[in-house]
């Protein structure tokens, strides 16, 4: 009997020594957020810009020629308009760069009624523009603003000169077809399966996937190719996304990095550290957690502009660069989208993944550069 009880009191010690280290463990992975007043010391820069817009303060840079062909940039996932910052360097003396956090990420945090919708972020770069006084812009965008630069081209092709998507995008929208005549053989669940643009929202844990106004067939064809992606298979578990709030690890960040980078060797650990600390501004992770969840119940939207109805790509001129080796959107996407916008060019790089704008900054700017001088 003596001998059972000191067995339990051994177990009994051990377990709580195991729990206790766990908590410490876990403690020590908690980190709380970061004010959006102490990040602007370090991440708004002499060219930093803000605006009042839907309830938010958003940051945005405006740089270049005044008078030069206007460029606006759009990061991805976990990202910021710092993403951007060796093509700015490389296209500013040619061309005027417009970039911006977007809603939910860097500087600008979250929107007050959790709309990340397509409707909502139009708005928000309609502001943008009506803000920097641009007429005309061409616009790229890199995973999730791929998505962001596709919906505005087509719903705004009077105000979009050229259209750049960099590993994302998904396939453009086609034009709602001619009405059929009223004795067609179309079902109420053929209507129950079409989702205006409204009601889309950004779904950044699959960063091509958002998509304008799809007819059923198209959403079909744009479920994006297999991921090799650890971090967002874990995004994936309900557990791990809800703990993001509280608890986001260093290393987590390099390891998404070392995912999006085909070569690891260019990953800087000031790299690392920006991303990690902005995804830290008050307000983003929870973002990150809600933004598919949709707008507050009760929240006013109407003041949100209306969408048009989304135009063809025809008389735009489209560029689509790819890094081979993207491991979140793999490359077998752009060659999709690519044939479903046939006068599209396509640059594939050999030597990149899913941010060929921070892995080989020089070449894919020049062949930006190129694709933006080069005659309609």
Not at 160 to 183: F, H, K, Q, W, Y
Not at 273 to 293: C, D, I, K, S, V
Request: proline share 7%; aromatic share 8%; hydrophobic share 40%.
């Amino acid at each position: 009997m003596r001998n059972l009880l000191r067995f339990l009191r051994i177990a009994l010690l051990f377990t709580a020594g195991v729990l206790s280290l766990c908590l410490i463990l876990l403690a020590a992975l908690i980190r709380p957020d970061i004010s959006v007043e102490q990040l602007a010391e370090t991440y708004a820069g002499e060219s930093s810009r803000f605006f009042a817009v839907d309830g938010m303060i958003a940051h945005y840079r405006d740089e270049g020629p005044a008078d030069a062909p206007a460029l606006l940039l759009l990061h991805g996932t976990f990202a910021s308009l710092h993403t951007w910052d060796p093509w700015v360097e490389a296209l500013t003396p040619e061309f005027r760069i417009i970039r911006v956090d977007l809603p939910g990420f860097g500087l600008t945090g979250p929107q007050p009624d959790n709309d990340y919708s397509i409707r909502a972020t139009l708005h928000f770069l309609e502001a943008l523009r009506q803000e920097t006084g641009v007429e005309r812009w061409s616009v790229a965008g890199n995973s999730l603003g791929g998505r962001y630069a596709m919906a505005w081209a087509q719903s705004f092709p009077e105000k979009t000169d050229r259209l750049i998507l960099l590993n994302g995008g998904g396939l453009p929208v086609r034009p709602s077809p001619i009405p059929e005549p009223a004795d067609s053989q179309l079902t109420e669940a053929d209507l129950s399966e079409t989702t205006s643009a409204s009601e889309q929202t950004a779904h950044t844990a699959r960063p091509d996937s958002d998509t304008l106004n799809v007819q059923p067939q198209q959403a079909a064809e744009a479920r994006p190719q297999q991921r090799n992606s650890l971090l967002l298979n874990a995004l994936g578990n309900p557990v791990i996304r809800k703990g993001l709030s509280i608890l986001t690890p260093k290393f987590a960040f390099r390891h998404s990095l070392r995912e999006v980078y085909y070569d690891q060797d260019r990953i800087t650990e000031e790299t690392i550290h920006r991303y990690y600390e902005l995804l830290r501004r008050e307000g983003n992770r929870q973002a990150f957690l809600t933004r598919n969840q949709g707008t507050n119940v009760g929240a006013d939207r109407t003041h949100l502009l209306a969408v048009p109805e989304a135009s063809s790509l025809e008389s735009t001129p489209v560029l689509i660069i790819w890094g081979e080796h993207d491991r979140w959107i793999p490359v077998q996407n752009a060659h999709r989208i690519a044939a479903a916008i046939p006068h599209a060019q396509l640059i594939i790089y050999e030597d990149a993944g899913h941010v060929p704008m921070e892995e080989i900054p020089l070449r894919s700017a020049a062949d930006v550069s190129a694709f933006l001088s080069s005659p309609d």
